[in-house]
C-alpha cells in the first residue's frame, strides 16, 4: 500500500506517529513517500523534513517487512516553477499545498493515499485502500464542518475533508485535476486553499464513511481518527485543536488512551534519535 505524505520539518512528530499507527494495523508492504522541500521566502526559510527521519522509518518499516520502504522527495523546484501566489502569506503553510504537485513526481504510483500528519489509524484498513476508484479521481469523507457551510449543492454533502485522501494519480493526471489546482491557488486567494481548490475542480470524487476520516470523536468503528481543531460548548464556546504528539493534552483534553501503545513507542524513537 502506497502513502503520501507532505510538509515541513513540522510534521516530523505527527509522521513518526502516523507511519507507527499504519505499521501496527497494515496487512500488507507500506510504501511511505514524504514530501517535503527546503525553501527561502520573505516570511522566513521553509526547513524540509530530516533525511534522517526518513531513512530510521524506513529501516523501521524493513524489519516489519523487508517489502516495505520510506522515501523522502524534495518538491522544491516543483513548487519554485509553480508557486500558489495568491496563498503564500494565509494562516496555512505552503507546504500545505505540496499534495498539489503529486502528479508531477514520476516515481508516485497510480494509486496513493494520502493523509495528514495528524491522521492516526486505528485499525485495518485495506478495504478503504483497495476500493473500486476506476472512474474518480479522489476519494474521501466530508467535511465535519465545512459540508454544511462549503458545499455547491444545497442538498448534496460532497465538501470533503482533505486530511485523508485516496488519489487516483493517474486519473488526475489525465484530467489534469492538480494543474487546476495549482493554478487556482496562484491566482485566488481562498480559506483552505487546497483543500478548497480541490472541491471547487475535482468532477469525479467519491464519498465515503466517517469512520475513515473521524474529524471529532472517537467511535468504536473509527479507522482513521484526524486530530483536527473542533468546537466544543461546554462549559462555554470556543475551539480545541489538540495533537497526537502533544500527549499530556491527548490525556487531559481529549481523555483519550487509545494510543498510548504507539505514543510510547514514538517517544521512545525520539528520544533515540535524538540521542
Wanted: charged letters at 25%; one cysteine or more; aromatic letters at 10%.
Amino acid at each position: 500500500m502506497n502513502v503520501l505524505y507532505c510538509g515541513d520539518k513540522n510534521i516530523e512528530d505527527g509522521l513518526v506517529i502516523s507511519v507507527l499507527s499504519l505499521m501496527k494495523h497494515a496487512s500488507e508492504p507500506l510504501n511511505i513517500f514524504v514530501m517535503t522541500m527546503d525553501l527561502t521566502l520573505d516570511t522566513g526559510h521553509i526547513l524540509p523534513v530530516s533525511p534522517g527521519t526518513v531513512r530510521y522509518l524506513d529501516g523501521r518499516l524493513k524489519k516489519q517487512n523487508e517489502e516495505s520502504s520510506a522515501a523522502l522527495i524534495d518538491a522544491t523546484e516543483l513548487f519554485r516553477a509553480a508557486p500558489p501566489l495568491a496563498n503564500m502569506e494565509t494562516r496555512f503553510t505552503p507546504c500545505c499545498m505540496l499534495r498539489l504537485y503529486a502528479d508531477q513526481v514520476p516515481k508516485l504510483p497510480d494509486r496513493i493515499l494520502y493523509l495528514d500528519n495528524d491522521v492516526v489509524c486505528r485499525k485495518e484498513f485495506g478495504g478503504f485502500y483497495h476500493q473500486e476508484l476506476s472512474n474518480y479521481e479522489i476519494a474521501g469523507v466530508p467535511d465535519y464542518y465545512g459540508k454544511w457551510f462549503f458545499r455547491k449543492n444545497l442538498f448534496h454533502m460532497d465538501y470533503l475533508n482533505s486530511g485523508v485522501l485516496l488519489l487516483n494519480l493517474a486519473c488526475i493526471r489525465k484530467t489534469g485535476l492538480f494543474a487546476r489546482c495549482r493554478a487556482l491557488c496562484s491566482e485566488k486567494k481562498m480559506f483552505m486553499p487546497d483543500q478548497s481548490a480541490i472541491n471547487q475542480l475535482a468532477v469525479q470524487k467519491k464519498l465515503c464513511s466517517r469512520i475513515y476520516n473521524e474529524q471529532r470523536r472517537l467511535h468504536g468503528d473509527t479507522v482513521f481518527q484526524h486530530f483536527t481543531t473542533s468546537f466544543r460548548f461546554f462549559p462555554w464556546l470556543h475551539t480545541l485543536t489538540v495533537k497526537p504528539w502533544q500527549i499530556d493534552q491527548v490525556h487531559k483534553k481529549l481523555k483519550l488512551h487509545e494510543y498510548d501503545d504507539i505514543l510510547m513507542e514514538y517517544t521512545a524513537i525520539r528520544a533515540e534519535m535524538k540521542g
